[in-house]
């Protein structure tokens, strides 16, 4: 049964394509009869005639026709109107300003709806006739980089499935991270269990998946399923090519050929999106199910590991066990609950890594305060790639840098430090980005680019000369003034400012005989008159242009400074995936440290032995001390069969889970809340719960 807010939301849509219906224009039958920037916002919408167009016009965008309609119904705009269109009838008008444009855009992908973000290619000031407008980048709920991102804690993957020879394959691109993750579960019920923990926003499927529709709104109710557009491969590797390492893209071309159209599928679509950016891949892994502990949905339900059965994070065992600091440390431990490794050395070595942090509490205190420091570089990287970053994101940039090299420099620095320590040390921590961008940008940046004062005094000549005019523009006038009495003899001449004339030399009457023949007669006043000179003109046209000039100038430079670090979006991100694999690790310790976790004893026999077990999430909930701890041995060689017997309520379900969770914990690189533990590593977990158990 859908909720009130469902149904309002159906409603609003019903409504809303009603309405646009009736507003239908004749437009593009009779374009040369609508203004030259109609023709801009109409051209514009043939591209993308299924997206809500945000079109730039000054400070707002604006939303025209059907568009327009839909929008204020939607997200309750005031609809109003511009001109008249072919028909005689008044063309429908809704707008946003700029600078709140991202609440709005949220509130429509909520919705699930695309948006095309129209932009003004130059400054208005600076070009004679129409402004060029083109659209910058289309704004879906999978290709978001915004930070109003429902989740900054969760990845947001594009998603697009596809059966070949009777197998379905999968494709996970995330725009933020530049990961694209291929999987090959072969049949439904797997492909449904990947495609739970993925819980992407947004689906492509080609139309003979129609039976996928209904289960996949069932398991993920918020999913926009969408039919792709037939990919263009040559398009998409070109926008590949020039914002991905050649290295990569090779690897990406000699996939399997089931796995390479359905990547290429995902790929080709958020290329579609950021039709003025390179497209950024930073990794391509063929998730092998047989290296990690394989769950179905059914088993990730009941185990609450991200969320409750109730769909709240609180209760659920990443609720319990996250400490991280960053939010691509967030991430990366949502991905390990869900995929816990099967490999005994490599389980082995994230234990070593937790057990190293939880031995020195020092140690573990600085780093944790100095990832606190540190944005989200995944994002960043991605915003200045596709070139939608503010200056405020790229100090954000230099922030961070600087924060993670006196992290790594804490850790490296260290009198004594041994090889676990030094595996966590990058190989790059981009000191020469950091070292270039402190250089350049005032230590607190604008939001918006438009407000100018980006870059530090001294870094470019020309523009500290219009800021010298801009601000001190007066005491130059002044000393002009000064220089004119001393040299015509005229004690009494003022400096005169009108409206109509701009600046002017004022002289009495009775010093008229003294004003030099290069004086031009500007204004007769009753007093006397006022004279321009070349330099008071020129000085003039300087100072009052000046602020414009100094924002145009600092505009390009920006512009450019946000290319060359999207060059650099690689590095970036690779930065970002060493701070997000330290996080955890340093998340597990202190988890370990405050609630005593112990390192489990991992192999490969088939042995589960737990000492004094608790549940993780039950434990948190009653007063300290009052859970009851209990063993668990299971054995093959002996002890093949645990039956739990007792009444209703009695806890049979927290044993069980308690020992799943063990087991989930352990395989993911975590400790685990017992005494002591040895866990022959699981393959597969299954799960099943009482009908109503509520942690």
Do not use: W
């Amino acid at each position: 049964m859908s909720g009130p807010a469902e149904k309002g939301t159906a409603a609003a849509k019903k409504r809303a394509a009603q309405r646009a219906k009736k507003a239908q224009s004749k437009a593009r039958s009779k374009k040369k009869t609508h203004t030259p920037v109609m023709l801009q916002y109409l051209a514009a919408k043939e591209q993308y005639p299924k997206a809500l167009l945000f079109f730039r016009l000054g400070d707002f965008y604006e939303m025209f026709f059907d568009d327009a309609v839909r929008a204020a119904d939607l997200i309750e705009l005031t609809l109003t109107t511009r001109g008249k269109g072919p028909d005689g009838e008044a063309i429908p008008m809704a707008g946003i300003p700029h600078h709140a444009a991202s609440n709005y855009l949220a509130r429509l992908l909520k919705l699930g709806e695309t948006v095309a973000i129209v932009e003004q290619m130059a400054d208005p000031k600076s070009v004679k006739g129409v402004v060029p407008r083109e659209v910058v980048r289309v704004v879906t709920p999978a290709l978001r980089l915004d930070e109003d991102a429902p989740d900054l804690e969760s990845d947001n993957y594009l998603v697009a499935i596809k059966r070949v020879a009777g197998e379905i394959r999968i494709a996970a691109f995330d725009l933020a991270s530049g990961a694209l993750r291929l999987f090959s579960p072969g049949d439904d019920a797997s492909a449904f269990s990947e495609l739970l923990r993925l819980e992407p926003p947004e689906v492509l499927r080609p139309e003979e998946l129609t039976s996928y529709i209904a289960p996949l709104k069932s398991l993920i109710p918020h999913v926009r399923i969408v039919t792709p557009e037939r990919a263009e491969r040559e398009d998409t590797r070109k926008a590949l090519l020039e914002g991905t390492p050649e290295a990569l893209v090779s690897r990406l071309e000699d996939l399997p050929a089931e796995l390479h159209e359905v990547a290429m599928q995902a790929l080709d679509y958020a290329r579609r999106a950021q039709p003025k950016a390179a497209l950024s891949l930073q990794s391509i892994e063929s998730f092998d199910a047989h290296a990690h502990l394989e769950m179905d949905e059914s088993c990730v339900r009941n185990l609450e590991l991200i969320k409750t059965m109730s769909g709240e994070r609180k209760g659920s065992l990443r609720d319990r066990v996250d400490e991280t600091k960053t939010s691509m440390g967030a991430r990366l431990l949502k991905r390990r609950l869900l995929s816990p490794l099967r490999d005994v050395a490599a389980i082995r070595r994230r234990h070593d890594r937790v057990e190293a942090l939880s031995l020195d509490p020092h140690l573990r205190a600085l780093i944790r305060a100095k990832l606190a420091l540190i944005g989200d570089l995944d994002r960043l990287a991605a915003r200045a790639a596709t070139g939608v970053a503010t200056p405020r994101d790229i100090g954000k940039i230099r922030d961070s840098l600087l924060a993670a090299q006196e992290l790594y420099r804490s850790i490296g620095e260290r009198e004594t430090i041994d090889e676990i320590l030094r595996s966590m040390l990058p190989g790059d921590i981009a000191e020469d980005l950091e070292e270039e961008l402190r250089r350049l940008l005032v230590e607190s940046p604008p939001v918006s680019i438009r407000d100018g004062g980006i870059f530090r005094e001294g870094v470019d000549e020309e523009l500290d000369e219009l800021r010298h005019l801009s601000t001190s523009g007066k005491e130059l006038l002044e000393e002009l003034l000064q220089r004119e009495r001393e040299a015509t003899g005229i004690g009494s001449m003022k400096l005169k400012f009108s409206r109509t004339f701009g600046y002017a030399f004022e002289v009495t009457r009775s010093n008229l005989d003294s004003v030099p023949e290069h004086y031009t007669r500007k204004q007769t006043i009753a007093n006397g008159e006022r004279f321009i000179t070349e330099e008071l003109s020129d000085l003039q046209e300087r100072i009052l242009s000046a602020d414009d000039r100094a924002r145009s100038l600092e505009r390009g430079r920006f512009e450019l400074l946000g290319q060359s670090i999207g060059k650099d979006a690689f590095r970036l991100r690779s930065l970002a995936a060493e701070i997000a694999d330290l996080d955890v690790h340093a998340s597990f310790a202190e988890v370990a440290q405050q609630h005593r976790y112990v390192r489990p004893l991992i192999d490969e026999s088939c042995k589960l032995d737990l000492k004094e077990s608790r549940h993780p999430v039950v434990e948190a909930m009653l007063p300290a001390g009052d859970f009851v701890a209990n063993d668990l041995c299971l054995d093959a060689d002996d002890k093949r069969l645990v039956i739990l017997t007792g009444p209703n309520m009695a806890g049979k379900s927290t044993v069980m889970r308690q020992a799943a969770l063990s087991v989930v914990l352990a395989q993911a690189g975590a400790f685990v809340p017992a005494k002591s533990a040895h866990i022959g590593v699981v393959d597969r977990l299954f799960a099943r719960v009482g009908a109503s158990d509520n942690l």
